[in-house]
């Protein structure tokens, strides 16, 4: 079982709809990494959060830390929002290094 | 704020030529940097950690005469891929990372390496 899992792998969704992509861990951990990754191959850091929830524009993450379960939200997506949403988190066990999930692709049609 | 760019974004090379690696932290002072590979279609493998001004800790499988990384100063670190082959083609990317942002990542927007 992967330390950090999301789901879906895959989702294709039409201009406008909210969109949730999950992330469930089985480690202890002091924050949780939300990163996006265009075709082009950049990361950005969208969101660290250790509980509750965070809002930036369109996009919101929420984490709940008893369950180890940590939520995306797109609200209004744009086929711009179109890219790889991974999660990491950092393992007490390896020093606080990421552990990364496989990534949820996200393709939004206009 | 916490801008890190990488340098640079695109390289080709000759098998057995090495290739420098630029990370760079813009506006903060970066006491850890991380360097990962990418695969195609792969998540993100951590190949190295260093911390400015001390030696690089490589992970399990990573060569260190290959990959070789300086941290000199708080805004700069640098991977040099020597004597690189084909198989080292690949995208890499450094994150950075400073206790003043609660020791979050920041990333570069990467560079991909293509060894002829």
């Known amino acids: 079982k992967n330390e950090v899992e999301q789901s879906p792998q895959n989702l294709t969704a039409q201009e406008g709809e909210f969109i949730t992509i999950n992330c469930s861990y089985s480690?202890?951990?002091?924050?949780l990494h939300w990163l996006q990754q265009h075709p082009g191959g950049g990361i950005v850091s969208l969101f660290m959060?250790?509980?509750g929830k965070k809002k930036h524009g369109r996009l919101i993450a929420t984490i709940n830390i008893q369950e180890k379960h940590s939520s995306l939200h797109i609200t209004a997506s744009h086929p711009r929002d179109s890219a790889v949403y991974i999660c990491?988190?950092?393992?007490?066990?390896?020093?606080?290094?990421?552990?990364f999930g496989a990534g949820t692709i996200l393709r939004v049609k206009s | 704020g916490a801008v890190v760019s990488q340098h640079p974004s695109r390289v080709i090379c000759k098998s057995g030529t090495s290739v420098k690696i630029e990370c760079r932290s813009l506006d903060f002072q970066a006491t850890t940097m991380f360097w990962y590979r990418q695969f195609p279609k792969q998540s993100l493998m951590l190949m190295a950690t260093?911390?400015?001004?001390?030696?690089?800790?490589?992970e399990q499988g990573v060569e260190k005469d290959k990959f070789l990384i300086n941290h000199a100063s708080l805004t700069l670190s640098t991977l040099t891929v020597t004597s690189a082959h084909p198989e080292d083609s690949s995208f890499y990317i450094c994150?950075?990372?400073?206790?003043?942002?609660?020791?979050?990542?920041?990333f570069g927007p990467g560079t991909r390496l293509t060894v002829l």
């Open positions: 260093s911390n400015e001004g001390s030696k690089a800790t490589y």
């Open positions: 480690v202890g951990i002091s924050a």
């Open positions: 959060l250790s509980s």
């Open positions: 994150s950075a990372s400073s206790p003043r942002h609660y020791n979050e990542q920041f």
């Open positions: 990491a988190v950092p393992h007490s066990e390896y020093g606080n290094k990421l552990v």
